[in-house]
Nanobody
Framework: VQVVESGGGLVQAGGSLRLSCTASGRIFMLNAMDWYRQAPGQERDFVARITNGDTANYADSAAGRFTISRDGARDTVYLQMNSLKPEDTAVYYC?????????WGQGTQVTVSS
């Protein structure tokens, strides 16, 4: 299973970005898709997850500002990020779950300037 993210970039504080992630390869049924982020010198932290039943959950830091959604027919997940803050600056990683295995993408950089 291959996972590819896109949509990162540089944005001013208060702005918005939409990340996309598409899974391909030997896909039978994706159980969930999620987003994590890793700032320099820090651990990779959970941001949001959506199940194949469209149940979504968020980290406290993302709730109310970020929205995760998916297109099951395209094995694609999105992360709409609004009201971005400089502390949201990180590499954002997409992950997909299939039969208990978590597959990671390579990450996309999001930089929020103050």
């Amino acid at each position: 299973v291959q996972v590819v993210e896109s949509g990162g970039g540089l944005v001013q504080a208060g702005g918005s970005l939409r990340l996309s992630c598409t899974a391909s390869g030997r896909i039978f049924m994706l159980n969930a898709m999620d987003w994590y982020r890793q700032a320099p010198g820090q651990e990779r932290d959970f941001v949001a997850r959506i199940t194949n039943g469209d149940t979504a959950n968020y980290a406290d830091s993302a709730a109310g500002r970020f929205t995760i959604s998916r297109d099951g027919a395209r094995d694609t997940v999105y992360l709409q990020m609004n009201s971005l803050k400089p502390e949201d600056t990180a590499v954002y990683y997409c992950g997909v779950w299939q039969y208990g295995t978590h597959y990671w993408g390579q990450g996309t950089q999001v930089t929020v300037s103050s």
